[in-house]
């Protein structure tokens, strides 16, 4: 039994990336170029400034001030992304502070060069990356609803919706680490303990767990959606 559900409980993140993987061999556009390489890596760069701005001040620049709030005191000078285009400094209402390069196009939105690249949440595809994003969409709802139907049949199938409640946390704890806190930070938080209550749950056999967690992880994959999109 334990080996059945172990082995579900593995396969759902390893299913996860084997889904994409395939969808970025047969959608080559989704694959970064050198420059959206440079650009995500200065992004973040820029980032952890930030985040030590906001450790020595206590909070986050104004987004009057700006990323040249950071010079001279993190930064010699602002960086311009590859494409000579300034970074976009934005602060969530969750008070997560991003910087963004808007591509090759200098414009929100688009795809291949011209997509959004966040120094949090990495390349951001928003126009002709429908086949992967839909790919992705369809894995992991495939994953959740199996483990959900068969999780009071099949051990496998109860470690398959473990997992991917597991994942889920880990992806929403991962979004919002080193966030100012508030109450509004506090439900994906809250969010991301229920999966992790509801995987601990299936995995000692209580009753209900099976729903609980399926109603915890697609909540948090809304939750994490919004967050990306801030």
Same mark, same amino acid.
């Given at each position: 039994?334990?080996?059945?559900?172990?082995?579900?409980? *593995?396969?759902?993140?390893?299913?996860?990336?084997?889904?994409?993987?395939?969808?970025?061999i047969?959608h080559?556009?989704?694959?970064?170029?050198?420059r959206?390489?440079?650009?995500?890596a200065?992004?973040r760069?820029?980032?952890?400034?930030?985040?030590?701005?906001?450790?020595?001040?206590?909070?986050?620049?104004r987004?009057?001030? $700006?990323?040249?709030? %950071? *010079?001279?005191?993190?930064?010699?000078?602002?960086?311009?992304?590859?494409?000579?285009?300034?970074?976009?400094?934005?602060?969530?209402? /969750?008070?997560?502070?991003?910087? /963004?390069?808007?591509?090759?196009?200098?414009?929100?939105?688009?795809?291949?060069e @011209? @997509?959004d690249?966040? $120094? /949090?949440?990495?390349?951001?595809?928003?126009?002709?990356?429908?086949? *992967?994003?839909?790919?992705?969409? @369809?894995?992991? +709802?495939?994953?959740?609803?199996?483990? +959900?139907?068969?999780? $009071?049949?099949?051990?496998?199938?109860?470690?398959?919706?473990? $997992?991917?409640?597991?994942?889920?946390?880990? %992806?929403? %704890?991962?979004?919002?680490?080193?966030?100012?806190?508030?109450?509004?930070?506090?439900?994906?938080?809250?969010?991301?303990?229920?999966?992790i209550?509801?995987?601990?749950a299936?995995?000692r056999?209580?009753?209900? @767990?099976?729903?609980?967690? +399926?109603?915890a992880?697609?909540?948090?994959?809304?939750v994490?959606?919004?967050?990306?999109?801030t």
């Amino acid at each position: 039994m334990w080996r059945g559900y172990a082995m579900g409980f *593995v396969a759902a993140p390893v299913l996860c990336m084997l889904f994409l993987q395939l969808a970025g061999i047969f959608h080559p556009e989704s694959a970064a170029d050198r420059r959206t390489a440079t650009a995500l890596a200065t992004a973040r760069s820029l980032v952890e400034s930030l985040e030590r701005y906001r450790t020595r001040h206590q909070t986050f620049p104004r987004a009057s001030d $700006g990323l040249e709030a %950071l *010079v001279p005191e993190q930064l010699e000078r602002i960086p311009l992304d590859p494409w000579g285009h300034p970074f976009v400094y934005e602060i969530s209402p /969750r008070g997560m502070a991003d910087v /963004r390069s808007y591509g090759a196009d200098g414009r929100q939105g688009g795809s291949g060069e @011209a @997509a959004d690249i966040s $120094g /949090r949440f990495g390349v951001q595809q928003t126009r002709g990356s429908e086949f *992967v994003s839909t790919i992705g969409q @369809a894995a992991f +709802f495939a994953i959740l609803v199996t483990g +959900f139907l068969g999780a $009071g049949r099949w051990p496998w199938a109860a470690g398959l919706l473990s $997992g991917s409640g597991t994942v889920c946390a880990i %992806l929403l %704890l991962a979004a919002v680490r080193r966030v100012q806190w508030s109450l509004e930070v506090m439900f994906p938080f809250v969010i991301a303990i229920c999966c992790i209550t509801g995987s601990v749950a299936l995995f000692r056999r209580f009753r209900g @767990a099976a729903t609980f967690t +399926f109603i915890a992880a697609f909540i948090a994959y809304l939750v994490l959606g919004d967050l990306i999109g801030t």
